[in-house]
């Protein structure tokens, strides 16, 4: 006999009236959860996809979004944005000298002037600007500046792996750290979630300082798995940095198994702007340890000849959707071409509008994404709204020899920009990120190179490849995007 119908009335009626109280206090919880969601996701359609789900769905719906859904940092204060945080008093001083190396603009320049509101910091001139192309190029520059370091360094990864790459640049932090410099070692706890203790433990034998980001500290932040810090910065005694997309693992520099060579940009600042770097590490360092380090703030002498630069910070404790903003501005001072490199490509519908816009008015604007995806969902979700951009005159470029995970985008022959930034939500609402602009014909046309070859190397998309997929295709693309402001 089935155990439940083994019961008397009596314990039956019992189960049901917890079952039913159950029930209830669930749809109760679902409800509630949806008024936060109405008042808080940033988005329309995440808003609706989270209010329908909460409220049809508690069950599973409740823990998920208290995990996963929230889009608002509680807790993180920058020091440009509360003068009186104790990260501000004790910078202010000497943050006050990059104001002598700030770049003044001519009046027709407000978009500059836009940006630097929304990054809190100036363009700083007097830089040097290198770009870095795939990995050994980059983890060579990477680790001579590690090498080279004489008072400290400030080192922070999304990703850090313990494979051959990993303990090469541990073994280069320790041997720094032998050496008397002082290194802060700081990452993604979810990122780098396979990393062992072994591993940090031997780093903080040695000397290194190390910490995770911690992105569940605070009361509000307690159950979110969602916030990361997705940021990737060296920086060298204040004078030399390096910034972009490449992340610690055997991968990054030697390609993927299943996806091929590993196609990615990086950057090399020296001058004024590492200091901007380095303060973007020291708010994330304050945040995670309550701490500020005791950092020389003297800016590298600057060069005569060299290039105006602005380092500029989002994520999800800024008022402003900085980096969408960002993007946008960018699309909108475009008056001959905007090309972007984004290895996810989901953007939301204020960057859409705005590619349809720039190339209905006749801008070259022409996007590079991978061909082979190593995320099925963004990578279903973009067929729902290629089509209009394709019809709208945007170019879509699949690169096809390998695994595109640059962050880049160029403006025009007078700008480009490279760093952490994705064109999706994540990127957009629940990431930490980083971006580096510069201001300079001659690095533009270093990108401008690197984007003709990274076409070279890909096929660009018609309307075909969007509308004869099969229906099943076309039925998984629609579902993906409905996603897309949930992840």
């Given at each position: 006999?089935i155990?439940?119908?083994?019961r008397?009335?009596?314990q039956r009626?019992?189960?049901?009236?917890?079952?039913?109280?159950?029930?209830?206090?669930?749809h109760?919880?679902?409800?509630?959860?949806?008024?936060?969601?109405?008042?808080?996701s940033?988005?329309?359609?995440g808003?609706?996809?989270?209010i329908?789900?909460l409220?049809?769905?508690p069950?599973?719906?409740v823990?998920t979004?208290?995990?996963?859904?929230r889009?608002?940092f509680e807790?993180?204060?920058?020091?440009?944005?509360d003068?009186?945080s104790e990260?501000?008093?004790?910078?202010?001083?000497?943050?006050?000298?990059l104001g002598?190396?700030?770049?003044?603009w001519?009046?027709n320049a407000r978009p500059?002037?836009?940006?630097?509101?929304?990054?809190?910091?100036?363009y700083?001139?007097?830089?040097?600007?290198t770009?870095?192309v795939d990995g050994?190029?980059?983890f060579?520059?990477?680790?001579?500046?590690?090498?080279?370091?004489?008072?400290?360094?400030l080192?922070?990864?999304?990703i850090?792996?313990n494979d051959?790459?990993?303990r090469e640049f541990?073994?280069?932090?320790i041997a720094?750290?032998?050496e008397g410099?002082?290194?802060?070692?700081l990452y993604?706890?979810?990122?780098?979630?396979?990393l062992p203790n072994a591993?940090?433990?031997?780093?903080r034998?040695?000397?290194?300082?190390v910490h995770?980001?911690h992105s569940?500290?605070?009361?509000?932040?307690?159950?979110?798995l969602?916030?990361r810090?997705?940021?990737k910065?060296?920086?060298?005694?204040g004078?030399?940095?390096?910034?972009?997309?490449?992340n610690?693992?055997?991968?990054?520099?030697?390609?993927?198994e299943s996806?091929?060579?590993?196609?990615?940009t990086h950057?090399?600042?020296?001058g004024?702007a590492a200091l901007?770097?380095?303060?973007?590490?020291i708010e994330d360092w304050?945040w995670?340890t309550?701490e500020?380090?005791?950092?020389?703030?003297?800016?590298?002498e600057?060069?005569s000849?060299g290039v105006?630069?602005?380092?500029l910070p989002?994520?999800p404790?800024d008022r402003?959707e900085?980096?969408?903003?960002?993007v946008q501005?960018?699309?909108h001072?475009a008056?001959?071409?905007?090309?972007?490199s984004?290895?996810y490509?989901?953007?939301?519908?204020g960057?859409?509008?705005m590619?349809?816009?720039?190339?209905?008015n006749?801008?070259d604007v022409?996007?590079?994404?991978?061909e082979?995806?190593?995320n099925l969902?963004?990578?279903?979700a973009a067929?729902?709204?290629?089509?209009?951009?394709?019809?709208?005159?945007?170019e879509?470029?699949?690169?096809?020899?390998g695994?595109l995970h640059?962050k880049a985008?160029?403006?025009?022959d007078?700008?480009?920009?490279?760093?952490?930034v994705?064109?999706d939500?994540?990127?957009?609402?629940?990431?930490?990120?980083?971006?580096a602009?510069?201001?300079?014909?001659d690095?533009?046309?270093?990108?401008e190179?690197?984007?003709?070859?990274?076409?070279?190397?890909s096929?660009?998309?018609?309307?075909?490849?969007?509308f004869d997929?099969?229906?099943?295709?076309r039925?998984?693309?629609?579902g993906a995007?409905?996603f897309?402001?949930?992840?």
């Amino acid at each position: 006999m089935i155990p439940w119908l083994s019961r008397s009335r009596p314990q039956r009626r019992r189960s049901w009236g917890k079952l039913a109280i159950f029930v209830a206090l669930a749809h109760v919880v679902g409800m509630v959860s949806s008024v936060e969601a109405l008042m808080s996701s940033r988005t329309s359609q995440g808003a609706i996809a989270w209010i329908v789900s909460l409220n049809t769905i508690p069950y599973v719906a409740v823990p998920t979004y208290w995990i996963f859904g929230r889009n608002k940092f509680e807790g993180y204060v920058s020091s440009r944005r509360d003068e009186d945080s104790e990260l501000a008093r004790a910078l202010a001083d000497k943050l006050g000298e990059l104001g002598a190396h700030r770049v003044e603009w001519s009046d027709n320049a407000r978009p500059l002037a836009g940006v630097e509101r929304l990054a809190k910091l100036p363009y700083l001139g007097g830089n040097q600007a290198t770009l870095l192309v795939d990995g050994e190029e980059t983890f060579e520059s990477i680790f001579a500046g590690i090498d080279a370091a004489e008072r400290y360094l400030l080192v922070q990864f999304y990703i850090v792996r313990n494979d051959d790459l990993g303990r090469e640049f541990q073994q280069r932090l320790i041997a720094r750290a032998s050496e008397g410099v002082e290194v802060y070692f700081l990452y993604d706890e979810i990122g780098s979630y396979k990393l062992p203790n072994a591993y940090l433990r031997e780093l903080r034998e040695a000397g290194v300082n190390v910490h995770r980001f911690h992105s569940t500290r605070g009361p509000g932040n307690r159950f979110q798995l969602n916030f990361r810090n997705h940021r990737k910065i060296v920086v060298a005694d204040g004078e030399k940095a390096w910034v972009g997309g490449f992340n610690i693992g055997d991968e990054y520099r030697e390609g993927h198994e299943s996806l091929g060579p590993w196609r990615d940009t990086h950057l090399k600042l020296e001058g004024p702007a590492a200091l901007a770097l380095q303060l973007v590490f020291i708010e994330d360092w304050h945040w995670a340890t309550e701490e500020v380090p005791d950092l020389p703030w003297e800016p590298a002498e600057p060069t005569s000849n060299g290039v105006p630069a602005l380092i500029l910070p989002s994520g999800p404790a800024d008022r402003f959707e900085t980096a969408s903003l960002m993007v946008q501005q960018a699309i909108h001072s475009a008056r001959d071409r905007i090309w972007i490199s984004s290895p996810y490509f989901v953007p939301d519908e204020g960057v859409q509008a705005m590619l349809k816009l720039a190339a209905l008015n006749g801008i070259d604007v022409r996007i590079l994404i991978p061909e082979r995806p190593d995320n099925l969902l963004t990578f279903y979700a973009a067929y729902a709204f290629l089509g209009p951009l394709i019809d709208a005159g945007v170019e879509i470029h699949r690169y096809q020899e390998g695994f595109l995970h640059g962050k880049a985008f160029l403006v025009d022959d007078v700008g480009a920009a490279v760093g952490t930034v994705n064109l999706d939500n994540r990127s957009f609402r629940l990431n930490f990120e980083v971006m580096a602009l510069i201001m300079d014909q001659d690095f533009a046309s270093d990108v401008e190179r690197m984007f003709e070859q990274d076409f070279a190397r890909s096929r660009q998309m018609t309307r075909e490849d969007i509308f004869d997929r099969p229906l099943w295709h076309r039925v998984a693309g629609r579902g993906a995007y409905l996603f897309a402001p949930l992840l």
